[in-house]
């Protein structure tokens, strides 16, 4: 008897217990509950946490946008910002490339040397042999796939270290461009042709730069009012619609504002078009398809991904091609600028800046983490302190250490924000 009221009196004690315990729950879940509130509780525990996201880059543009702003009043002026987006879009597609490569904790040294040869390939071969140019522009990005498929395979294959590799690859592809090229050096591309209109083609009806911005703006909202729907009927915690709402506005202010910059000079850029699609297209891969998830995985860890069933070879020798299409595609960019092919394609800090501006963005050096958002946040920052300094005469060396500085106290940010996450318990 004494037993059976000790062990109604434990239960009663538990149950007395659990009445008053306080239940743990993750923060995160509580947000979509809490309204506003919880969103402020959210964005402090993140801070408190480590988990920055894309904050410290767009403060910084904020930051960089007034400074030269207070020097000179044309730097966000329309002429100007129009022509900073057309010169970053080259740079910031090859990024693109580079983040699926950082996510998976690698480097590729080649980006820059493959970019020229897929230049110089599609000038010899539309120019001096007469191939229609969208073949040649085809057999041109083929050229960057094929020499990211053979970084791949010696790496995933053969062991060989991704830095080596790439090294090697950006000594070699630079000779064969020059190779290509020959004696003369320099190609000219046709001024009417494809190639030179992803650079110099604007929509001037300013119905094309309005309808981009409602698309986004749009599509935006319509995603998110999904996401939600989604949620509730699976039991989750969602955002409220009046957050849903204030989310779209804080989109839409800074979308329809570049778009009536823009329509006060020449209008949409297709550059600036072509870029948003890829980054766009590429973050729905990255983040929404089973090989996103797997590459993120064997950013975080190698063997857990391999004994998890991912076939480890083909994800890294895939991430390695794509970063091989996405330095011909910026190669082909960077070629419309200049309207030629030359020996310097793909030379000077374009390898550096593709790298920095992905890091820059957000993507972490240290793997598993990144979007493709970080390219195009980061190729932003570079190319505003070249326009910036561009406009007040000083010299490039000056933008080098600037630059330099920049993607050290970004690194920094990372290292800090990794382990402050780790000291939370959440890296």
Same mark, same amino acid.
């Given at each position: ?13 538990? &149950? ?18 809490? &309204?506003?509130? @919880? ?10 946490? @480590? ?71 599609? =000038? ?86 309005? &309808? ?133 394609? &793909? =030379? ?48 490039? =060396? ?25 000291? =939370?318990?959440?890296?």
């Amino acid at each position: 008897m004494t037993t059976n009221l000790s062990k109604a009196d434990g239960a009663e004690g538990a &149950g007395g217990a659990a009445e008053g315990a306080v239940i743990a729950v993750d923060p995160r879940l509580l947000v979509r509950q809490q &309204g506003f509130k @919880g969103y402020l509780d959210e964005f402090r525990r993140k801070m408190r946490s @480590g988990e920055l996201g894309s904050l410290p880059v767009i403060v910084g543009l904020i930051i960089i946008g007034l400074v030269f702003q207070l020097q000179d009043s044309a730097f966000l002026g329309a002429e100007n910002l129009s022509n900073l987006f057309v010169t970053a879009a080259g740079t910031g597609l090859i990024a693109v490339g580079i983040v699926f490569v950082l996510i998976l904790g690698e480097i590729d040294l080649s980006v820059g040397s493959v970019s020229g040869l897929a230049a110089a390939v599609f =000038a010899v071969l539309n120019i001096n042999n007469g191939m229609p140019e969208w073949a040649a522009l085809i057999l041109a990005l083929l050229t960057g796939t094929v020499a990211g498929v053979l970084h791949g395979f010696f790496f995933a294959r053969i062991g060989v270290p991704a830095f080596v590799v790439t090294l090697a690859g950006l000594l070699g592809w630079n000779g064969l461009m020059l190779q290509i090229l020959g004696s003369n050096g320099t190609i000219n591309l046709d001024d009417s042709g494809l190639v030179a209109q992803l650079t110099n083609y604007y929509f001037t009806d300013v119905a094309a730069a309005y &309808g981009l911005a409602t698309v986004a703006v749009l599509a935006f909202l319509g995603l998110s009012l999904l996401d939600s729907r989604r949620r509730e009927a699976a039991g989750v915690p969602s955002r409220p619609l009046s957050e849903t709402v204030l989310r779209t506005v804080v989109l839409a202010v800074p979308a329809y504002l570049v778009a009536w910059l823009l329509n006060q000079y020449k209008g949409l850029p297709l550059a600036v078009v072509i870029f948003l699609g890829v980054v766009v297209a590429l973050d729905f891969v990255l983040r929404r398809t089973t090989y996103g998830r797997q590459v993120f995985a064997l950013g975080g860890s190698v063997e857990a991904a391999r004994r998890a069933g991912i076939n480890v070879a083909f994800v890294r020798i895939s991430v390695f091609s794509l970063a091989g299409t996405m330095a011909a595609v910026g190669g082909m960019f960077l070629a419309s600028q200049i309207n030629a092919a030359n020996q310097s394609s &793909g =030379a000077g800090s374009l390898l550096m800046n593709a790298i920095a501006a992905a890091v820059i963005g957000g993507t972490s050096l240290f793997g598993g983490r990144g979007k493709t958002w970080s390219a195009l946040l980061g190729v932003l920052v570079i190319q505003s302190i070249a326009s910036g300094m561009a406009l007040l005469g000083i010299a490039s =060396a000056v933008q080098y250490m600037i630059t330099g500085a920049v993607l050290l106290a970004a690194v920094v940010i990372d290292s800090v924000s990794r382990r402050t996450q780790r000291t =939370a318990g959440r890296a």
